[in-house]
């Protein structure tokens, strides 16, 4: 499957406001846009269709068998999903699954912002059209601040998936604005209740959505619980060694050394000191920069095999993500419990 910013008809499938995102993808439009727009200037006024799924099998014409021809049978297992202009095979569902249009997933913003009220900063889709998502900001004037010229805007993001693998999601998004992390993926281990509402893909999606919407417009109790975290990450010290270790096990899964590794944990370290927001005063040598070292390496530094278009995918839905989850909650883990230790 191709993951690229790819054209339909001269077309590019990505759409952003603002500064050009981390990933370098997409065509800019000037000022937050509506759902018409994000629509047509993202590629994603386009709808899908599911479609019978036939198997071939060798049937025989007379009694000897000596004589035979192939027989399409319909499958009762499965469906295709395909969109409709072009054509494209997204997918292979079962045989009760419902897809969520496009137009649709922008009806779900509307019922959580109020009809014509939200703020899209990004849409787009990864390869045909396999997945969509949509990035709103909800902060309103009204951001998290962890410290004095350090804000959290807030942001809910929307993925929908037509290949029959994942549920259509919701999930709040913070980012911190002086360098444009995305702060966590999956917190549902930390904050009670968690950040996400899943919707599977079987029956009436869209009035399930809405419904959805009604849960992640509490958004306020949220984020409340995440400011409370990540103030708790900026009072918390780390010297040296512990700093390394948090680093360490936010990259990889053991405590193995070896010169490659020791290669990237000094690169995380040394953002610490010179990336972005490292000169806020409070940031240094807390749990919140290293934190955010982690994050801007995931973001916006790590390699990841594809490219940029590889890194949107893998940043927030693959390698990427578990990696910002695991520092999210070894960070969580500190503060908790005031023991670095447990990262020894």
């Not at 008809?9 to 846009?33: C, D, K, S, V």
Request: with cysteine.
């Amino acid at each position: 499957m191709s993951h690229g910013i790819e054209l339909t008809n001269g077309r590019a499938n990505m759409a952003y406001t603002g500064r050009t995102p981390w990933h370098n993808l997409g065509q800019n439009i000037e000022g937050a846009f509506d759902a018409e727009t994000a629509l047509r200037e993202a590629n994603l006024d386009w709808e899908v269709e599911v479609a019978p799924l036939y198997y071939e099998t060798l049937e025989n014409l007379d009694e000897s068998g000596s004589r035979q021809y192939i027989k399409h049978v319909k499958s009762d297992k499965g469906q295709i999903v395909r969109r409709v202009d072009t054509g494209d095979e997204l997918g292979v569902v079962g045989p009760k699954y419902s897809p969520l249009q496009n137009k649709d997933a922008f009806a779900f913003f509307d019922g959580v912002f109020g009809e014509g009220k939200a703020r899209y900063e990004t849409a787009g889709y990864l390869g045909k059209g396999e997945r969509m998502w949509l990035l709103a900001n909800m902060t309103a004037n009204d951001p998290v601040e962890i410290l004095p010229g350090d804000e959290v805007n807030k942001y809910l993001l929307l993925t929908n998936d037509f290949t029959g693998s994942y549920s259509v999601l919701g999930s709040f998004t913070p980012v911190r604005v002086v360098c444009n992390n995305t702060l966590t993926a999956a917190v549902s281990s930390i904050i009670k209740g968690g950040n996400t509402v899943r919707v599977k893909h079987v029956g009436d999606v869209k009035n399930r959505l809405q419904f959805a919407g009604e849960v992640l417009a509490q958004s306020g109790v949220f984020y409340d619980e995440v400011k409370n975290l990540f103030q708790s990450f900026a009072r918390k010290q780390l010297n040296g060694e512990q700093t390394r270790n948090y680093i360490h096990l936010s990259l990889f899964d053991d405590n193995k050394k070896t010169k490659s590794r020791k290669r990237k944990v000094d690169m995380v370290e040394g953002l610490m000191h010179t990336g972005l927001g490292s000169d806020i005063a409070g940031v240094r040598g807390t749990v919140w920069g290293a934190y955010n070292a982690v994050t801007e390496y995931v973001d916006h530094i790590k390699e990841y095999r594809g490219g940029d278009a590889k890194k949107l995918e893998a940043s927030q839905f693959g390698t990427g993500r578990h990696l910002k989850t695991k520092a999210l909650k070894l960070g969580a883990e500190i503060v908790s419990y005031g023991k670095v230790a447990a990262l020894n």
